[in-house]
């Protein structure tokens, strides 16, 4: 069985397990981490991790990182076409970005009940402009059920590591891995 396979195995355990209604946002919050060369394969199966979760009784969203960056500066007229020519000043405006994915984020789940978990892909597109416990942090109070990030990277230690290359962080979400049995 491949470990995206796997991994949705862990989820289904998971996500069979009745919610508790009156948790703290982070901690409705469900990390599946993967590793990075498994981002094709788990994008390929997405579909099952919905069924898994329409099959537990519960409602599915899913909200795509992958494209953010893009979208955002595309509304940054006056600095995308010097992004490109020297991308160096573009830091000072990623709190903008993180607003962006913010309101963007706020505006895709609006209405979604306690009873939906609401998937987000594309956390590696975040590498180098915004870490993920920020973008995290930002979303889990505006999801009323629970918040599923597919994270590419590795967890040990209680410390999660995007892409296995940033500094890890620890964070309060329930991790699931492959390997867990």
């Known amino acids: 069985m491949s470990r995206v396979r796997r991994l949705a195995s862990v989820y289904a355990q998971y996500i069979e397990i009745p919610w508790q209604q009156n948790a703290a946002a982070a901690q409705r919050v469900l990390f599946c981490i993967y590793p990075e060369e498994d981002e094709l394969r788990l994008r390929a199966n997405l579909g099952e991790f919905e069924v898994l ?5 519960y409602s599915w969203l899913l909200y ?10 595309a509304t940054q007229r006056r600095y995308a076409t010097r992004y490109f020519v020297d991308p160096a000043p573009l830091v000072t405006l990623m ?4 607003a962006y994915i913010r309101h963007d984020f706020a505006r895709a ?3 979604a009940g306690a009873d939906t978990v609401v ?12 870490k993920v416990r920020e ?8 999801v ?3 918040l599923l990030v597919f994270f590419p990277g590795t967890y040990e230690n209680n410390n999660y590591r995007l892409l296995d290359a940033y500094d890890g962080w620890n964070y309060l979400a329930v991790p699931m891995t492959a390997d867990q049995e």
């Open 119 to 130: 998937a987000v892909q594309g956390a590696g597109a975040l590498y180098g402009f915004l």
């Open 109 to 111: 789940v609006q209405g």
């Open 95 to 98: 709190p903008n970005y993180r």
């Open 64 to 73: 795509d990182l992958t494209d953010s960056f893009a979208a955002w500066l």
């Open 135 to 142: 973008v995290v942090d930002d979303m889990a109070p505006l």
């Open 144 to 146: 009323a059920g629970r």
């Open 53 to 57: 979760t329409r099959q537990a009784g």
